[in-house]
């Protein structure tokens, strides 16, 4: 079964500054899809960037960019130039490509704060 | 595109009670998601409708639980006999075909509390 791991609880990043959060994930499928997903205070869940795995550059969304590490199932996501609304909680989220379903798999999640 | 809709946004109800909530998902989507989110964690996974057709349950779905999408629009998820247990966020999510790479739109969720 795959999982995903965000072993970073809590993160916390100045106004302007760059932060980086982690994930891993374990899957013994070949082609799969990555996601970051935001989720701000009382607020719906909206993705920020997708990954395809069998793509070798890293995905990029304005201020928002990906690492992705194939080999060592790593994809974690920059946020450059953080911004006070950028504070949520994120999920990194692992879906695979086969079967009916494509149900996504979550992390448990970071918690990002942006100080102003 | 007015989004994924649910209802209600909170309940509150004593143990033992059947609570039900609804999801209206983006018109033109024919997946639709249900998953489960306690405080601290990631959602998980519970079921998933493709048109009508309930096509995967979870093993997180007890036989308390029961989801339907009879016209392949709406869904409702019932809960019978509420445990405190099944405090939680429940969220609806929607998407189109084809494949893994089409985003789900999330709904804003129904924060169920069972006394």
């Known amino acids: 079964a795959q999982t995903v791991t965000q072993s970073q609880p809590e993160m916390s990043v100045q106004e302007a500054e760059t932060v980086t959060l982690s994930c891993t994930y374990d899957t013994s499928e070949s082609d799969y899809y990555l996601f970051w997903y935001k989720q701000p205070p009382s607020r719906q869940m909206i993705l920020v960037i997708r990954q395809e795995a069998y793509k070798q550059q890293n995905a990029t969304e304005n201020r928002f960019s990906v690492n992705f590490q194939k080999a060592a199932k790593s994809f974690s996501l920059k946020i450059s130039d953080s911004q006070l609304g950028d504070a949520a909680m994120y999920f990194c989220a692992y879906r695979g490509y086969g079967g009916a379903t494509n149900k996504l798999i979550f992390g448990t999640g970071t918690l990002l704060a942006v100080q102003p | 595109d007015t989004g994924v809709s649910q209802d209600p946004r909170h309940k509150i109800t004593k143990r033992g009670q059947n609570v039900t909530f609804r999801c209206d998902p983006i018109?033109?989507?024919?997946?639709l998601y249900w998953y489960r989110q306690t405080l601290g964690q990631g959602p998980e996974f519970l079921t998933y409708?493709?048109?009508?057709?309930?096509?995967?349950k979870s093993r997180l779905l007890s036989d308390r639980f029961s989801a339907e999408r009879p016209k392949g629009s709406f869904s409702t998820l019932e809960i019978q006999r509420t445990e405190q247990g099944d405090s939680a966020m429940y969220l609806c999510?929607?998407?189109?075909?084809?494949?893994?790479?089409?985003?789900?739109?999330f709904g804003n969720g129904t924060r169920l509390t069972v006394t």
């Open positions: 409708f493709q048109n009508e057709a309930q096509l995967e």
């Open positions: 018109s033109e989507h024919n997946r």
């Open positions: 999510a929607s998407s189109t075909n084809p494949g893994p790479n089409s985003p789900l739109h």
